[in-house]
């Protein structure tokens, strides 16, 4: 099992993140909230993929309160929160509350999930400019590093190169499928 390390997201990704949504927070922008920080829609500590792929903007209060939790269940948590909770004493709840509790708590389940997808896709569609630059970017890293692996002698160290590259390959495609062709790649290159 590869254990996934939180990694710096390129400025591009929060660019086109934060400029979602008209640039407000996915969770409570239709109050106006201006979205200043990216969210993982699915925690990456339950299992969510630290991609573009799963990424929102959101404003500090929305990503703190919702902290490591998924829509529904940072969307239930406001709820009983709420139901626990005299309205004036809503304010000393700040960091467990989003800016705007009343207008996330009239949404449905479905509707969340309707905002939340809907800005998604915003993301994915404004990221595909972007991404063809990244992918010649990434393919002169492999070229690179396919050169260097080259003038490694040793085939033992070559072999663990292969396989350190094959685990996070897979854990970044999520699919095990690059163990194939890796193996495929490592016996030419061995």
């Keep these: 099992m590869v254990t996934r390390e939180r990694r710096k997201l390129p400025s591009w990704v929060r660019e086109v993140v934060l400029a979602a949504n008209g ?47 998924a ?17 004036w004493k809503w304010d000393s709840l700040d960091a467990r509350t989003p800016c705007f509790p009343e207008y996330v708590l009239s949404l449905t389940e479905a509707g969340l999930l309707e905002i939340v997808s809907d800005v998604q896709a915003e993301v994915l569609e404004a990221a595909k400019a972007f991404q063809a630059r990244a992918a010649e970017t990434s ?3 492999a070229r690179s590093f396919i ?4 003038n490694v002698v040793d085939s033992t160290t070559r072999v663990r190169l292969l396989g350190f590259m094959r685990r996070h390959l897979d ?8 163990a ?8 030419q290159l061995i």
Excluded at 40 to 55: K, M
Excluded at 147 to 150: F, N, Q, V
Excluded at 171 to 178: F, K, P, V, Y
Aim: charged fraction near 20%; aromatic fraction near 4%.
């Design 23 to 69: 640039g407000f927070c996915t969770y409570c922008g239709s109050s106006g909230t201006r979205a200043e920080v990216v969210d993982h829609v699915d925690p990456v500590r339950a299992a969510g993929r630290d991609d573009i792929t799963n990424l929102v903007p959101a404003c500090r209060s929305c990503n703190s309160s919702k902290g490591s939790r």
């Design 71 to 87: 829509p529904l269940e940072w969307k239930a948590a406001q709820e009983e929160l709420v139901r626990n909770t005299p309205e």
């Design 139 to 141: 393919m002169a890293h």
């Design 147 to 150: 050169a260097s692996l080259g």
């Design 171 to 178: 854990a970044l495609d999520g699919t095990g499928q690059s």
């Design 180 to 187: 194939a062709a890796g193996q495929m790649a490592g016996r």
